[in-house]
């Protein structure tokens, strides 16, 4: 039987997979929402990492509650759910910098909110940030 | 039924790619994991309504995978576009694998099978799937089809 290859990534790492009839190809659900978030190939994977660790019923729900929003295609949410992964990982590599020049170690609202006025990309989200960036 | 959860997304994995991305010896508040948590939620919902805009102007109610792309250029969030065309590609890949599969168990047990795509050409992507399971159902379902505004 032919056989094809399914490419598999942790965002660093690729491994190419071989999927034939001879191993199993499973739809791994992700434990924090209920979608199928990934496939899996067992037996020949080196490797076995989430292609999107974000649940795509979450991502979902954020969509829809714009009232502009009315169908997305999964390859949308995918996407969306992906470039929130990244942005999380963006805000979080500047905001730990600065907690870096505090000399301090452990990451505070306050860097966040350096890393937001410091970054004019940032300004989108100018007024919805304010209680969780109040300091009590 | 709604609750407060529903959005914003979960902490356990804010949590981990925070550490991923800080200094190994950094801890993380929780104000601070929580802070970025909601940005990142404000971030999907700047972004939904960038690839609205992007759609409307085809004069599409679809949103598709290029509009997202296109919306984040439109965010200056370029940079990050090279690493989503690599993960819509693997998407993509995956989900004909699995299609294949299928096929393979399907010829075995000598059922035939109704395939998602007939041909599988590009636009057929950018078709409208439910994200629970494989039928072909729009994603909001629970409120069914919405007229047009």
Known sequence: MSSDTVVVTDGENQSTIEVSDSNVTEVLFDSEGLDPAEVVVEEHAEKQEKLIQFPLSRVRALMKSDPEFQLASKEAVVIIAKAAEKFVASISEEAGRLMQQRKKKTLQPRDVAECIQNDPNLEFLDGAMDEVLTVQ | ?149
């Open chain 2, 1 to 149: 039924m709604a609750d407060a959860s529903d959005f914003k997304l979960p902490d356990s994995i804010v949590s981990r790619i925070l550490k991923r991305s800080m200094p190994e010896s950094g801890n993380v508040s929780k104000l601070a994991r929580t802070a970025i948590s909601h940005a990142a939620a404000i971030f999907v919902l700047y972004t939904t309504t960038q690839a609205c805009q992007v759609s409307s102007k085809h004069r599409r109610k679809l949103v598709t995978g290029d509009d997202v792309l296109q919306a984040m250029k439109d965010m200056d969030f370029s940079e990050f576009v090279p690493d989503l065309e690599d993960t819509l590609e693997q998407y993509r890949q995956s989900q004909a694998a699995k299609i294949r599969s299928k096929e393979v168990k399907a010829d075995e047990d000598s059922v035939p099978i109704e395939h998602e795509f007939e041909d599988h050409d590009e636009d057929d992507d950018e078709m409208p799937v439910d994200t629970e399971g494989d039928s072909e159902a729009v994603l909001d379902t629970e409120e069914g089809i919405e007229p047009s505004i």
